[in-house]
């Protein structure tokens, strides 16, 4: 079968790496609640950013939060490599900046994803991974941004949701961690 994965809030807990970092460097304590009640992917109205402070904020910090220690889902690689082992394909499909594209392949190889460069699909938009869906041909497709799995709704890729704040409003198939999705996997490939 063929897997594809977004990498940020699905693979790696991007966005309360974030949200910690902000904390650090505005110097403000936020609730952790108020993270997790959030309804946009975006984290920077929690610290009174406008909308454009925000994107200044996050742009200015992509390369820490990126490449340093932010964390992976707990389970997340091991069922990636037990797909691997099992014989699936692997696909990464994220909208990450084009000029974060090598940094990024590379940080996937040295956490230890099983990633080969051809079935790695990076600096494309949000709108625009339908497309490379559809044209891999994926059996099953995991992502947390509504603004994508919006686009999927009518295709023949099962879609499953990474839960987040910000898509519980979706009625599809959703996990709220790896071990979840594994189990849900195996029921589904039986």
């Not at 079968?1 to 304590?29: C, P, S, V, W």
């Not at 910090?61 to 964390?71: H, I, N, V």
């Not at 040295?110 to 600096?123: A, H, K, L, M, S």
């Amino acid at each position: 079968m063929r897997f594809g994965f977004d990498i940020d809030d699905t693979l790696i807990n991007l966005r309360e790496y974030a949200f910690h970092h902000y904390q650090k460097q505005l110097n403000q304590e936020v609730d952790i609640d108020i993270f997790h009640a959030l309804n946009r992917v975006e984290i920077h109205e929690a610290f009174g950013l406008s909308d454009e402070e925000g994107k200044n904020m996050w742009n200015r910090s992509l390369e820490f939060l990126y490449f340093t220690d932010c964390p992976l889902y707990p389970g997340a690689l091991q069922l990636l490599k037990q797909l691997e082992s099992d014989g699936h394909e692997i696909f990464y499909i994220t909208s990450r900046p084009p000029e974060h594209t090598e940094n990024t392949f590379n940080w996937l190889i040295e956490q230890g994803f099983p990633v080969d460069r051809e079935n790695f699909f990076c600096g494309m938009k949000d709108s625009e991974k339908a497309g490379i869906i559809k044209d891999l041909q994926l059996d099953y497709y995991f992502d947390d941004k509504p603004a994508v799995l919006d686009t999927l709704m009518n295709d023949p890729v099962k879609v499953i949701v990474k839960d987040q704040s910000y898509n519980r409003h979706l009625d599809l198939p959703r996990v709220k961690d790896w071990n979840q999705l594994g189990d849900l996997i195996n029921s589904e490939m039986k």
